[in-house]
């Protein structure tokens, strides 16, 4: 009976339709091999065995490194958050396709061997460090191509919410949640540069040394000029002063006082006359220094008077930026984008799941969706058309990446 519910049937609402059960050669995900060709020509192979090493020996061996590392990137940019999804896609003709020809008829690594790949051998300090390198690596594969002189950087914090008793995790009273809080640096591409998990109740600009400016002398290392935005959870005077020490260009938004007001209070009188349905915005730019400043910096002032609202709204930018206040503003405001990127990353690439109880196999996890993210980014600005380059992450795993295929042995090819 179960030889005979193997084979194809006919559906009898519609003879002319057939019904063939054939799992093992149909794939929902064939647009991941186009991605798997982006990374042959990246030279991934390379990066991975460059950054990463496997002492195991014996029986795990029939797995590569590589294979298993494929296996665990592939699932995230195909939309599988759970390690328990590695038994199905074990046999899928996709994933076996992406790794090497040891696994395309023995088929992937099942959930076991996966599990202890990602949370034991990644885990190991040389590994750990290994992954931040081959992601740093792999988008400077893609710099290679640029020839732009300058360089945008956007450091940004998130929320990685946390349901159980994971190591570290801790209660953030501005978020309103337990939860583990990442600080993410990304370059105006979209690629992120650097990321680094944290305990739930650090502040949002805690550790920003460690990833911000080793970025900045790789970047004059390569004479480009470097400059920087941030939200105001970034504005401390050593920040500023670590910047302008180092020749990098600044804007980052300050938190508004009685002083910063007192500055601009000829601009926040509302117009006289019948108020437009349009806002009404004006600019000032003033030096101004906080008393926990050594020096005065420029400050730029944005105001705006909707109609309907009683009190205008108001925005500081504090800057070494030569240009006018409008273009300072506008300059600003793109950071914005990074905060998209945050989002892509949560939802196509389940950057927010990180469910072990060891706080090193969450950072892990955790690398592993930013690889994840920077591939697909990867694939979207250097490979995609134009007319749909502008798609997000999202858009592209539902109707990109998630297309069905038939796999099909030939005489002459696999």
């Known amino acids: 009976m179960g030889e005979i519910q193997k084979r194809p049937f006919q559906l009898s609402f519609n003879s002319s339709l057939k019904v063939d059960f054939q799992g093992s050669r149909v794939t929902s995900d064939a647009g991941l091999l186009v991605v798997r060709e982006l990374d042959e020509r990246l030279g991934l192979n390379q990066l991975i065995s460059d950054n990463l090493t496997d002492a195991h020996r014996g029986k795990n061996t029939q ?15 195909a939309g599988y958050e759970d390690l328990n999804d590695a038994e199905r896609l074990s ?5 076996r396709l992406i790794g090497s020809e040891k696994i395309w008829d023995r088929g992937a ?16 300090d040389a590994n ?9 690596a792999l988008i400077a594969k893609a710099e290679a191509l640029d020839s732009g002189h300058r ?13 159980g008793e994971q190591e570290r995790s801790a209660y953030n009273g501005h978020f309103e949640s337990t939860c583990y809080h990442p600080l993410l640096l990304f370059n105006r591409d979209g690629d992120c540069l650097a990321a680094k998990l944290r305990p739930g109740n650090v502040h949002s600009a805690d550790d920003w040394e460690e990833l911000l400016l080793p970025e900045i002398e790789r970047q004059q290392k390569l004479g480009k000029e470097v400059v920087f935005r941030a939200d105001a959870a ?13 020749g990098v260009k600044y804007a980052i938004r300050i938190p508004a006082n009685e002083n910063l007001e007192r500055d601009v209070a000829e601009l926040l009188r ?20 906080a008393a926990s400043w050594t020096t005065a910096r420029r400050v730029v002032a944005k105001v705006e008077h909707h109609a309907g609202e009683l009190f205008p709204r108001m925005g500081f930018i504090v800057t070494n930026l030569e240009t006018d206040s409008r273009a300072i503003v506008r300059f600003y405001n793109k950071r914005g984008t990074a905060e998209q990127w945050i989002k892509e990353g949560k939802q196509a690439v389940k950057m927010t799941r990180l469910s072990c109880h060891r706080f090193r196999s969450n950072e892990v996890w955790l690398w592993l969706s930013v690889i994840a993210y920077n591939l697909r980014n990867l694939w979207r600005r250097l490979v995609l058309p134009q007319k749909i380059g502008n798609w997000s992450l999202t858009s592209l795993q ?13 005489a002459r090819y696999y």
Do not use: C, N
């Open 63 to 77: 797995l590569p490194l590589p294979d298993l590392l494929r296996q665990s990137i592939y699932s995230r940019l």
């Open 234 to 246: 970034f504005a401390k005077p050593e920040i500023y002063e670590a910047l302008e020490s180092r």
């Open 91 to 95: 046999r899928d003709p996709t994933f």
């Open 151 to 163: 360089t945008v950087l956007d450091m940004d914090s998130t929320e990685i919410p946390v349901y």
């Open 109 to 124: 690594a099942l959930t076991s061997r996966l599990q202890s790949f990602e949370t034991e051998i990644l885990a190991e």
């Open 270 to 289: 509302r117009p006289v006359g019948r108020p437009s349905h349009k806002p009404t915005v004006w600019y000032k730019s003033f030096l101004y220094q």
């Open 398 to 410: 539902q109707r990109l990446v998630k297309t069905g295929g038939r796999l099909v042995k030939h």
């Open 128 to 136: 750990f460090a290994g992954l931040a390198g081959l992601s740093r």
